[in-house]
């Protein structure tokens, strides 16, 4: 019978695979059977995995802020690999100031969050796309978020440090967009594109930004990160072969509402 969850015989790439959520998409990738590569600046955190994970990615450490860069790497990796099915942008490049009330946004780390977390998925997208054309096809997925679709709620951060960054609305519903623009420059070239747009994920915030959070959504709690990976890794299967050019909202009802 045909497995058509499987990616047995892949070659799937995660950025940020390192991460809250990217750690999952690579532990579900690995359970659909695909070659792994996980491309983040954190190699201190893959040497720490224990061995048997470990020994199931391959990691490679690049910068992908520096977009000057980004198509030799592609280019390298896509020859290392002999070639790439599946690329995955999930890594999340921020400045140290990043997190700043919007009173206190300066020009400069507006410009460079643009560039490292919208302009880096844009190029990387443009450079894997065409190769994955000139070889058949492949799959993209690009991480969005719910704040592409819905402006953020203030109200759920009072009395919390937290805030929802002004640049990234922007950011993630350019993300969403160019994806579909990809779709469309793509399609007939059998290369497939979608955006997936997760609501907030468990990360033990504050206790007050939980209750009012849970509150907003249908399932009345945050995601876990095993729960926003499993739809991302779907939209490389076979499973999800018609599907393209599509925002998949995954949020635990926020947005029906
Ligand atoms: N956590 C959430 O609640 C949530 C909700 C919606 C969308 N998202 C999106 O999901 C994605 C992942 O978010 P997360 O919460 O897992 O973030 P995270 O901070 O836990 O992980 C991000 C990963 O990216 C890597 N990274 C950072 N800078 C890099 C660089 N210059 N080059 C390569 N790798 C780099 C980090 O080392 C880390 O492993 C992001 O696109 C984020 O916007 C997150």
Redesign the pocket.
Known sequence: MTDYFSLKNKTTVV??G?????SAITRSLIECDSRVIV????EQ?YEQLPKSLKEKIHFEN????DLNSIAKVVEDIWNRYDGIDNWIN????RTADWGNKLEDVTVESWRENVD?QLNSYCIISNEIAKKMAGNGGGNIVN?S?IQALKAPDFEIYSGTEMTSPAAYTPI?AGVLMYSKYLASYFGHRNVRVNAVC????F?NQPESFLKRYNKKTLLGRMATPEEVARPVVFLLTEASSYITGTALTVDGGWTAI
């Open positions: 950025t940020g390192m991460g809250l959520i990217g491309i983040d600046v954190n955190g690049h910068d992908l802020t999930n890594a999340y490049a490292v991480v978020s993630k997760p609501g907030g994920v990360n």
